[in-house]
Nanobody, 118 residues
């Protein structure tokens, strides 16, 4: 099992920045990737970004490319999401997820609220 705890959400004005953190604990040695997903009220959950743990390859949704950056601190088993140039459409609950050897995101954090005011 892997436990994930997010932090760093909050309220920010449009154009501002936030950095989310996700600390992993438990059986992290078999982590294949960690990622961020978000869900806005009344909408489906959508992929935001993920990072492959072994080679730090990164992948982004088109809607956040150039504005968000995912990174990791291997020593701390922590993944970060730096979010710049935020706009109201980025308002959502952001959840961290981890994929094991199956490469499916099966471990999930509780989520952190990000609200961007116009």
């Amino acid at each position: 099992q892997v436990q994930l705890v997010e932090s760093g959400g909050g309220l920010v004005q449009a154009g501002g920045s936030l950095r989310l953190s996700c600390a992993a604990s438990g059986r992290t040695s078999s982590t294949y990737a960690m990622g961020w997903f978000r869900q806005a009220p009344g909408k489906e959950r959508e992929f935001v970004a993920h990072i492959i743990w072994s080679d730090i390859s990164t992948y982004y949704a088109d809607s956040v490319k150039g504005r968000f950056t995912i990174s990791r601190d291997n020593a701390k088993n922590t993944v970060y999401l730096q979010m710049n140039s935020l706009n109201p459409e980025d308002t959502a609950v952001y959840r961290c997820a981890a994929a094991g050897p199956s490469r499916a995101f099966v471990y999930w954090g509780q989520g952190t609220q990000v609200t961007v005011s116009s």
